[in-house]
């Protein structure tokens, strides 16, 4: 790709960017949020057709027109949200599209030996052809779409952040499987916000930042500063920073909890000014213990002090104990993504917007504004429309309804999901600085470095019991990882 130009009206997207890729070869892709990786990458994949640049494609002039032109070519793009038909089976998914047909008809047999062979030549013969794809776990589903484009003949593949829902097991053996297409000659661009994966799986990286390449070259032999200097355009010094932090009073008691199937037993206590982090595989429950203890899940037995009060309360009455929760699912759960910027931030505490207990819509942005300068969103005024931001910006947004409520307990569950690492430093410095200020902070995530560079404190979880959490300095990744697949 050559001099790629892309504007959408006055926003400029991509401003002459370059690319390149070998067959064989993995080329990882890597930027903040809104560098223009998708934007290009759907160039690439004939979704938008670029303003100015050229591509070829093993030398060959090549500009589709349609995404399915450019399958024809031999590109395919494998997006962070699969595109499957789940009431399908395995074999007419493979094939959607590209069905072998005689005289008008479907040929069944035909079609289940061709999904066999993409199959195979993943190294999953095991998978049966006629399985509806609605019964399959996640790892096998992302399978099946990779197995489609290696049907229709791909030579580029594009993964876009592959592993975001996948567990510690599933990312190896997609590892394990990347590695085996670039050995039948197979080029792969490979997009993730995970710097770790990067540097295990990819050969060469290219950073986009502004819409623009600055940098590239071969990962083995670039440090991961190195990485994120390229993608924020400065040097972050520290990503995880630490103020002086006096843990006070016990604010969150949750003694032997269960609930409706999961947590299973779990028990912790969480103070002021800490920062206490819950690790565990994908499905242990630690999702399920925050939504119990804030009052979205039925609780079975045990019980939840929050300072003087004692048992089960609903979100709104853990609201006003000054309990606030941020969901992993922010598209669907943690925010009204037709609403604006201001509706987002302020709908949990209006009062103080108004007279008479009106809201003022001039106050409201006022107080709004305050929060778009401290977590530094990214947007054209509070009035526009959350979901039009970036997946970084809209996380700023579920963090900043918490510091406008200005709540004393923090839950946040997965916070930095699927956001660039500039956003990621930005949020670990408002923790830290709500932690120094005496705030208590419960935070899931399944990214091992965060738990260990943010807690003060780590339990972990497994198969929906809670394990006694333990100093930082007690830990490594190795240890927990032990811990939370029940092999320690």
């Not at 499987?177 to 050995?183: G, S």
Request: proline share 5%; glycine share 10%; with cysteine.
């Amino acid at each position: 790709m050559h001099g790629i130009r892309k504007a959408f009206g006055a926003t400029q997207a991509l401003a002459g960017v370059d690319l390149r890729v070998e067959a064989g070869q993995i080329l990882a892709l890597v930027g903040e949020n809104g560098a223009g990786k998708s934007t290009l990458m759907k160039v690439l994949s004939g979704a938008h057709l670029p303003d100015a640049g050229g591509m070829e494609l093993d030398g060959v002039p090549y500009r589709p027109r349609t995404p399915n032109e450019a399958r024809q070519a031999g590109v395919a793009m494998i997006y962070q949200e699969l595109a499957l038909a789940p009431h399908l089976s395995v074999a007419e998914n493979i094939l959607l599209g590209m069905e072998p047909v005689r005289y008008g008809f479907t040929r069944r047999s035909a079609m289940r030996q061709k999904a066999v062979e993409a199959l195979r030549q993943l190294g999953r013969a095991d998978l049966a052809p006629d399985t509806l794809v609605e019964s399959l776990p996640i790892a096998d589903r992302q399978l099946v779409e990779i197995a489609r484009a290696v049907a229709v003949g791909c030579r580029l593949l594009v993964l876009d952040e592959p592993t975001s829902s996948l567990t510690h097991d599933d990312i190896r053996h997609l590892f394990a499987l990347v590695r085996r297409l670039k050995e039948q000659g197979h080029a792969i661009v490979y997009i993730s916000h995970f710097l770790e994966e990067v540097k295990a799986i990819s050969d060469r990286f290219t950073v986009l930042r502004d819409g623009q390449s600055v940098g590239e070259g071969e990962t083995p032999f670039t440090p991961t500063s190195r990485l994120i200097e390229l993608m924020v355009g400065r040097e972050v010094k520290d990503l995880y920073p630490r103020s002086p932090r006096v843990p006070g009073d016990v604010v969150l008691e949750v003694t032997e909890l269960a609930g409706q199937g999961k947590p299973v037993r779990a028990s912790l206590a969480l103070r002021k000014g800490e920062v206490l982090g819950l690790a565990g595989l994908v499905g242990a429950g630690r999702t399920e213990l925050l939504r119990a203890v804030f009052g979205l899940a039925a609780v079975r037995r045990g019980t939840v002090r929050v300072g003087a009060h004692v048992g089960a309360a609903s979100p709104a009455r853990r609201w006003a104990q000054g309990v606030g929760m941020v969901s992993e699912d922010r598209k669907t759960e943690g925010l009204a993504l037709t609403l604006s910027v201001t509706d987002n931030t302020t709908l949990s505490r209006l009062q103080g917007l108004g007279p008479l207990g009106l809201v003022l819509p001039g106050r409201q942005a006022e107080a709004t504004r305050r929060w778009i300068d401290a977590l530094q969103i990214k947007c054209r005024d509070p009035h526009q429309p959350v979901g039009d931001l970036s997946g970084g910006n809209q996380q700023k947004v579920a963090v900043g309804r918490l510091l406008h409520h200005d709540v004393d307990v923090l839950l946040l569950d997965e916070p930095t999901r699927g956001i660039d690492v500039g956003s990621k430093a930005q949020i670990y410095r408002v923790i830290d600085d709500l932690a120094a200020r005496g705030k208590a902070i419960l935070m899931v995530s399944s990214y091992l470095p965060e738990l260990l560079g943010v807690c003060d404190r780590v339990a972990v979880m497994c198969r929906g019991e809670l394990q006694p959490a333990r100093p930082v300095g007690d830990l490594d990744e190795h240890r927990i990882m032990a811990e939370a697949t029940g092999a320690a």
